[in-house]
């Protein structure tokens, strides 16, 4: 059975920062695709990075470039989410999902976490 479980979500202020974890069990980790995305109340799911197993490209949504970094640790079966510079409307709830390669579209991906929630004011 797969599990991705989010954490590290929270209350924080415009321009700070937070890294958000997804610890992944039931795959085999190293041979998945890894991406984030965020669904904020009454907009759809969206993209906002993701990391490939094969070479470790990464990619990124226009909006998010330059403040967040996506990362992962095989050894852990876990992928990272650093966000910085982070503004209102990056609050949202943070997905993880996993797929064989990485696609910026939601339905093209079977295994996802319960989301965990980033709120980003003063």
């Known amino acids: 059975q797969v599990q991705l479980v989010e954490s590290g979500g929270g209350l924080v202020q415009p321009g700070g920062s937070l890294r958000l974890s997804c610890a992944a069990s039931g795959l085999s980790f190293s041979n998945y695709a890894m991406a984030w995305f965020r669904q904020a109340p009454g907009k759809e799911r969206e993209f906002v990075s993701g990391?490939?197993?094969?070479?470790?490209?990464?990619d990124y949504a226009d909006s998010v470039k330059g403040r967040f970094a996506v990362s992962r640790d095989n050894a852990k079966n876990t992928v990272y989410l650093q966000m910085g510079s982070l503004k209102p409307e990056d609050t949202a709830v943070y997905y993880c999902?996993?797929?064989?390669?990485?696609?910026?579209?939601?339905?093209?991906?079977?295994?996802w976490g319960q989301g965990t929630q980033v709120t980003v004011s003063s």
């Open positions: 999902a996993a797929r064989t390669s990485v696609s910026a579209r939601h339905y093209d991906y079977g295994y």
């Open positions: 990391i490939s197993w094969r070479d470790g490209r990464t």
